[in-house]
Antibody, heavy 118, light 110 residues
Framework: EVQLVESGGGLVKPGGSLRLSCAAS????????MNWVRQAPGKGLEWVSS????????HYADSVKGRFTISRDNAKNSLYLQMNSLRAEDTAVYYC???????????WGQGSLVTVSS | QSVLTQPPSVSAAPGQKVTISCSGS????????VSWYQQLPGTAPKFLIY???KRPSGIPDRFSGSKSGTSATLGITGLQTGDEANYYC???????????FGGGTKLTVL
């Protein structure tokens, strides 16, 4: 069974930092591009960042560029999102998402809530 | 404002059929695979359709996806009350090198 389990969310003050992790199991993690997608309370989905299978390529939404860093460790089947200089508007549930590949569907994690507030 | 355009809401009676449209451009839908996601109330989204028209295992064939040019469509037949959810389309934008989503469509089964 495919599982993506996010952790590391919580309450942080504006300007603070947080590191999200996503533990993957049930599939060959190293063969899939991975993404972070967030959803602010009562709002729609917002793509945040993507990373290629071997970390050759990373992409970021303009809203987080320069503040967030995506990374992965294929040996540990893990995806990360380092979030610095956090703002109130970064408050959201953050989802770890695997991209479809080679005719196989992607998957979503259950999400991790990040709240930025003083 | 979302890069992909979806109707905010659709509704139909149980047993009926509904379609949800997703409009984009040549740099996103026109040249990349489209996925559809279902988000039931209080839960995480899940893949409903990927690669334009493929269904993950466990998704009933009442759900279908299609793409033509710079638009994609999600179809749901035999509507059930359990289908009430928010539905999102998503794809990659090759010009911007970013992922893009539609604003979401709330389906009400009357």
């Amino acid at each position: 069974e495919v599982q993506l389990v996010e952790s590391g969310g919580g309450l942080v003050k504006p300007g603070g930092s947080l590191r999200l992790s996503c533990a993957a199991s049930g599939f060959t993690f190293s063969t899939y591009s991975m993404n972070w997608v967030r959803q602010a309370p009562g709002k729609g989905l917002e793509w945040v960042s993507s990373i290629s299978r071997s970390s050759d390529y990373t992409h970021y939404a303009d809203s987080v560029k320069g503040r967030f860093t995506i990374s992965r460790d294929n040996a540990k089947n893990s995806l990360y999102l380092q979030m610095n200089s956090l703002r109130a508007e970064d408050t959201a549930v953050y989802y770890c998402v695997s991209s479809p590949y080679n005719g196989v569907s992607g998957y979503w994690g259950q999400g991790s809530l990040v709240t930025v507030s003083s | 404002q979302s890069v992909l355009t979806q109707p905010p809401s659709v509704s139909a009676a149980p047993g009926q059929k509904v379609t949800i449209s997703c409009s984009g451009s040549s740099s996103n839908i026109g040249n990349n695979y489209v996925s559809w996601y279902q988000q039931l109330p209080g839960t995480a989204p899940k893949f409903l359709i990927y690669d334009n028209n493929k269904r993950p295992s466990g998704i009933p064939d009442r759900f279908s996806g299609s793409k033509s040019g710079t638009s994609a469509t999600l179809g749901i037949t035999g509507l059930q009350t359990g289908d009430e959810a928010n539905y999102y389309c998503g794809t990659w934008d090759s010009s911007l090198s970013v992922g893009v989503f539609g604003g979401g469509t709330k389906l009400t089964v009357l």
